[in-house]
């Protein structure tokens, strides 16, 4: 019913950035939570950071806090993520979700996952 679609991933040296986009489509709402997820080869899925309807609350996982940024342009429908000083272990499958409130986005229970872009960094 809802539709995600991510892109902006790619390779950098560490210390590098890049910025990941999430379009939404179909039967869509400004009040869904969204939120960023990855998983890196041989481990869980991890979860990265999510924005509340609003923007008015913005949740980070510690191993980003402070180097990514999530934004959201309503008018565009997309929800971003900026990251900047890249590390190796941020290498992973970075995947897009939403859902009706942030509680069950965070726990990995989404309903509506996008398809990933990977994200490689190096050194």
């Known amino acids: 019913q809802v539709q995600l679609v991510e892109s902006g991933g790619g390779a950098v040296q560490a210390g590098g950035s890049l910025r990941l986009s999430c379009v939404a489509s179909?039967?869509?709402?400004?009040?869904?939570?969204m939120g960023w997820f990855r998983r890196a080869p041989g481990k869980e899925r991890e979860r990265v950071a999510a924005?509340?309807?609003?923007?008015?609350?913005?949740y980070y996982a510690g191993s980003v806090q402070g180097r990514f940024t999530i934004s959201q342009d309503n008018a565009k429908n997309t929800v971003y993520l900026q990251m900047n000083s890249l590390k190796s272990e941020d290498t992973a499958m970075y995947y897009c979700?939403?859902?009706?409130?942030?509680?069950?986005?965070?726990?990995?229970?989404?309903?509506?996952w996008g398809q990933g872009t990977q994200v490689t960094v190096s050194s």
């Open positions: 179909g039967n869509t709402y400004s009040s869904y939570c």
């Open positions: 979700a939403a859902d009706r409130g942030c509680s069950n986005l965070w726990t990995g229970a989404a309903p509506y």
């Open positions: 924005i509340e309807a609003g923007a008015v609350w913005k």
